[in-house]
């Protein structure tokens, strides 16, 4: 098996082994139980109608009734179905069906890339794309995101930060192609 953590620049692999990955210690189709909790700092469910949360703010989860939920029975409820669970440092695991099905990075992780600092640069460094959309705002560029589907993975580029700001891999929208 290989730590992504322990070794970032294979992320710049045009394919990846997606089942010989691990991210924190866990493996892509290992049941989603196996997350550390005290790592767990938010998650994303189904069982969650309302959520309210942000840098300065507690995380509050409510259900469809409006019963208030515990970041614990979020969890549970995320370990056995699907959603997201995030964890401190900036990683997530994506949930399918009580297993672990992608992994994404971003935040402070991602100075390991600082050395990539230009669009041309960071296609030298990953390879050409299968997919590249732009992303704008009122006209200016925001970023690109760039879809290598024989790593079924996604990079994402911030054009006001020159820099990488996302990296998932595994079952995430647009990562296996159309």
């Given at each position: 098996m290989m ?11 045009p ?6 990955l ?5 493996a ?62 900036e ?66 580029w ?21």
């Open positions: 730590e992504i953590l322990e070794d970032l620049d294979v992320l710049m692999r394919h990846l082994d997606l089942p010989t691990r991210m924190g210690g866990i892509l189709g290992a049941p989603a139980d196996g997350v550390p909790r005290h790592r767990i700092v938010e998650a994303q469910a189904s069982v969650v109608a309302r959520y309210r949360g942000g840098d300065d703010i507690d995380s509050e989860y409510h259900d469809a009734d409006g019963r208030p939920l515990t970041l614990d029975e979020v969890i549970d409820h995320t370990v056995r179905s699907d959603g997201f669970l995030y964890c401190a440092g990683l997530t695991y994506k949930v399918r069906a009580g297993l672990v099905v992608g992994f994404a990075i971003y935040g402070p992780r991602l100075s390991h890339f600082a050395h990539v600092t230009s669009y041309e640069e960071l296609l030298a460094a990953f390879g050409t794309p299968d997919l590249v959309r732009e992303e704008s705002a009122y006209g200016d560029l925001m970023g690109y995101d760039l879809y290598y589907w024989g790593a079924r993975k996604h990079v994402k911030d054009a006001s930060g020159n820099r990488v700001s996302l990296i998932n891999v595994g079952d995430f929208k647009g990562n296996a192609g159309p």
